[in-house]
Structure formats: structure tokens, C-alpha cells
């Protein structure tokens, strides 16, 4: 019977924006040590123990300046299935947590994904300029739907990871990054005259036209 023995969680820092991705293990979790995670600004984000043949894990809440609490019997904990982290009172989704492989999958959608983003109404608080960043979600997805969006080793497999003032685009192959800046008009107005884009190169700047 294969174990698990680690699982990932992911949590937006509502300070920075930055998405973290942490992995926890059976071995470092240890009764009466809690592992208390922070985001890289310093941002306290998740409290998690064990305690009385349970996994506890504690969220302070910046959806209502609460903090919630929830309690897993080690098998649904260690579970590689996805679980989410939400808030008590208003039932929005703070994290989620589960494999590796599930959680970089649905935090890190695809391309084709971007869609979801833009249907869901939710996120419209997430983002500096929701309107801006609906036009660059729209117009990444044209690009990538054109074939003209890849990286310089020659991949289109790309995933995305939403901002609130930006889009991160992450080769699937070689791991070169590429920021997209979505807060401003003048953001827009570049994206909207290129004709191509590249991960690990600049972008066209001839042969656009503004979307109406």
C-alpha cells in the first residue's frame, strides 16, 4: 500500500498578493510542534499542528478578520485528493490543499483555463483594475488560441498565475517566467499592439489593434 507523505498547500497572500506554495510532511509535522507558515513579505498565513491523533490547521481570516480552525483525522489531512481552505462565514475559498500535482494544477491553471478567471465574478475585488485585467486575460487567451504565445525553447505549454496587478507566465518545459502588467491603460495599450508573445523575450509591437 503506497502512503502519503506529504501534501502542498497554497495560500494567496492578501498582503502582497503573492501565491505560496508550501509542502508539509509527515516526518517535520510533530505532535505538540506546530509549523506555523508565513509568506515571503513576512505575512503570517497558516498555523498547522497535530494534536490528539488529529491535524489541526488554523487560518487567520482576511475575509472577516476572523480566524478559523478545522480538524482532519490524518487520513483526510495526507490525502492526495484536493481540499478546500474557506472561510466559516462567508464560505469563500482562502487555499486549498492537497498532491503536488493537484494543487500546482489548479492554482497554476493553463491557458485554456483563463475563462474560469474571467466568468467568475469574484475576483473582481482580487484585482487593482478588474476591467484592465479582463482585457489582458482576453487578449493572452487570443494570442495563445493563434499560436502566437510561447517560449524561446520553443513550448506552448504554458501555465498562468493571476495577480492583482499582473499575469505570471511560466514555461511548462524550461521554467522561464514572464510578466504580463495589468494595472494600467498604458499596460494595456502594449499588450493589445502585440502580435506575438514570448517567454523569455519582448513582445511585438507592431500589427495591433485596441478591442472596443
Known sequence: MLITTSVTVALRCPQCGQLELTELSRFTLKHG?????????????????????????????????????????PERFWDPNLKQIACAETDL?????????????????????????????????????????????????????????????????????????RLELTCSACGRQRSIPAATERDLDLLLCATHLEIGGERSSHGGRRKK
Open 33 to 73: 510542534d506546530p509549523r506555523r507558515i508565513q509568506c515571503t513579505c513576512g505575512r503570517h498565513l497558516l498555523t498547522v499542528g497535530v494534536r490528539r491523533r488529529q491535524v489541526w490547521v488554523q487560518v487567520p481570516c482576511y475575509l472577516c478578520d476572523g480566524t478559523h480552525v478545522r480538524h482532519f483525522s
Open 93 to 165: 475559498q482562502l487555499g486549498v490543499m492537497g498532491s503536488e500535482e493537484a494543487v500546482v494544477s489548479y492554482v497554476r491553471p493553463g491557458l485554456s483555463d483563463l475563462e474560469r478567471i474571467m466568468d467568475d465574478g469574484a475576483f473582481d475585488d482580487f484585482f487593482d483594475e478588474p476591467a484592465i485585467m479582463y482585457q489582458v486575460l482576453s487578449q493572452v487567451q487570443e494570442l495563445n488560441a493563434d499560436g502566437h504565445l510561447r517560449c524561446r525553447c520553443g513550448s506552448r505549454k504554458i501555465g498562468v498565475d493571476v495577480f492583482p496587478d
